[in-house]
């Protein structure tokens, strides 16, 4: 995604925020990936959501699990949509929001989850590939978790959604294959996968993708290098 493609995308969440907001409120069909993902981590972590939206996911697993959340948006509308969620979540021990590019951000903490939820949607397949790497730099060492989803397919282009109205957004579609390879080339091993059917605004349905990954070991260096 270049700048002018990006600048568009953002500029269409900040005029969509309330529409995103009551979408996906409604939305159940990524409950028992929440699920999964509350229950391999411990209470008092520290998470990291990337490309956070209001923060549905974190808000999520603040139902039963406490912890400290940092979010991380290009949107400032959505930021405070986060801040507005969390600041009522009881089991949020603290809370940051941070405007920020998730490919190469960085607080100078680690954290024990990374979620990105629909983040590389907005990524092209290098930009990925940084923000994954990015991910395992900002986790603790081996056995923390990173949460990942995305829409499969090889399309990208702007596309208007079911909560945006006229609104177009930059989408880039990405494969199982490549991602799986980039999340093995850092250092993730995954340890469950969905694939759940999405029916957009035309009536088409799109296949939406998610890893649970743990972080086994650091970056393995290549032989002859």
């Known amino acids: 995604m270049n700048k002018t493609e990006l600048t568009e995308t953002i500029q269409s969440y900040d005029n969509s925020v309330e529409g995103f907001c009551n979408a996906i409120a409604k939305l159940t069909n990524y409950n ?10 411990q209470d008092n972590c520290a998470i990291l959501e990337l490309a956070s939206g209001p923060a549905q996911i974190s808000a999520y697993i603040l139902k039963t ?3 400290c959340v940092t979010c991380v948006d290009l949107s ?9 969620k969390l600041k009522n979540c009881a089991n949020c021990i603290t809370a940051d929001f941070c405007m920020g590019n998730i490919t190469d951000f960085s607080s100078g903490k680690k954290y024990d989850a990374v979620i990105l939820g629909f983040g590389i949607p907005y990524l092209d397949s290098s930009q990925t590939e940084q ?4 991910a395992a730099e900002n986790l603790t060492k081996n056995g923390s978790i990173f949460y990942i989803s995305f829409m499969e397919g090889t399309k990208c282009g702007f596309e208007k959604t079911s909560f945006g ?3 177009k957004f930059f989408i880039n579609y990405h494969t199982k294959q490549a991602v799986q390879n980039c999340l093995e080339k850092y250092g993730f091993s995954v340890q469950q996968t969905w694939a759940l059917p999405y029916t957009e605004s035309d009536g088409s349905v799109t296949t939406d993708r998610i890893f649970l990954c743990r972080k086994m070991n650091e970056q393995p260096v290549r032989k002859g290098q």
């Open 76 to 84: 400032k509308k959505m930021l405070a949509a986060a801040e507005k």
């Open 65 to 67: 699990k406490k912890a």
């Open 165 to 167: 109205g006229e609104n």
């Open 131 to 134: 923000c994954i790497k990015n």
């Open 32 to 41: 028992e990936t929440y699920d999964a993902l509350a229950q391999n981590i």
